[in-house]
């Protein structure tokens, strides 16, 4: 099990937030509990995201770049090797998480997105993971991007044992919290790190996400999800202007492939600036084609 408390600032302010949470819920003697509804809620959210985990997590990468930025990297890996049924890798060269990332990843409908700004600004994607894994994973540089190892807000969420943990050892409150709080709105801070995890930081990455596959069935979900990614005929980086390349890479043996796709962007001169809009030519030399988009 990953979950280890650690000693860093981020990893403090993980484990105060979580407590936080825990006696709020213990304190309360109303019948009604607001956590007890938004977990009901939770629940139901994977669902409205049918087979879009990995769009989802595009698009924060996406977002996940600075506003005006044209050079942003993605990279997803499937390694259908690891572990017993596989794990999934979302990776991205973008801004590390903030403690107002962490609010917003671990809270529904709390996003710290500017809406008009970035893709996505409900706060709600993330949660559609839940339809391969049940416990996701997010690593993240602290200060600066550049280190050999994700040193600021590494985290999972909290299952019984944390719980217990986070009740002193109280069963009967575990018990309490673990039917009223969702595991998502309880993160716990990760002290061990994966070669895998590692390798993204020592490229470079600001932000990797872990999603370790929960049976044979989100396997095989994970394949066909990933194979629409490489097979689609919709032009993917066409709306994600902060994007320069992504890559999809499978780990299957002797199966292995890898794809880059790529996105550069041409400003049409004697047009942009005319009320307000830029207006750009796209090039998706991938797919051997080019569109004019017009952009606030």
């Known amino acids: 099990m990953p979950h280890l408390y650690g000693g860093s600032r981020f990893a403090a302010f993980i484990e105060q937030r979580s407590r936080a949470i825990i006696e709020d819920e213990l304190n309360r003697h109303a019948d ?3 956590a007890r509804s938004l977990k009901q809620m939770a ?3 994977p669902h409205e995201y049918e087979g879009g985990f990995f769009i989802e997590l595009i698009q924060n990468g996406h977002d996940a770049h600075p506003h005006g930025s044209i050079d942003g990297t993605l990279h997803i890996t499937l390694d259908r090797t690891e572990g017993e049924y596989g794990c999934v890798y979302v990776a991205n060269r973008g801004r590390p998480f903030s403690e107002s990332n962490v609010k917003a990843l671990c809270d529904i409908a709390a996003s710290d997105k500017p809406p008009g700004q970035d893709v996505g600004n409900k706060g709600v994607g993330f949660r559609s993971v839940r339809q391969v894994t049940d416990w996701p994973e997010i690593y993240s540089a602290g200060d600066s991007v550049g280190s050999d190892q ?4 590494c985290f999972g969420f909290a299952r019984p044992a944390d719980v217990l943990r986070l009740t002193n050892g109280d069963k009967s409150a575990r018990n309490r919290i673990l039917e009223h709080i969702d595991p998502y709105f309880l993160p716990v801070p990760i002290a061990e790190r994966g070669s895998t995890v590692k390798e993204f930081a020592v490229q470079g990455f600001a932000t990797v996400i872990r999603l370790p596959l929960r049976s044979a069935l989100a396997k095989k979900e994970a394949l066909r999800r990933f194979t629409e990614l490489e097979d689609s005929q919709s032009p993917i980086l066409l709306f994600l202007e902060r994007i320069s390349s992504l890559t999809l890479e499978l780990k299957d043996g002797n199966n292995s492939r890898r794809k880059v796709l790529h996105r550069s ?3 049409i001169t004697g047009l942009s600036g ?6 750009e030519e796209v090039g998706l030399a991938d797919q051997g084609v080019s569109f004019w988009s017009a952009l606030l």
Request: proline share 5%; glycine share 16%; aromatic share 26%.
């Open 150 to 153: 994700f040193d600021g807000f």
């Open 43 to 45: 629940g139901k959210i």
């Open 32 to 34: 009604w509990s607001p």
């Open 274 to 279: 005319q009320s307000g809009y830029r207006f």
């Open 265 to 267: 962007t041409r400003t």
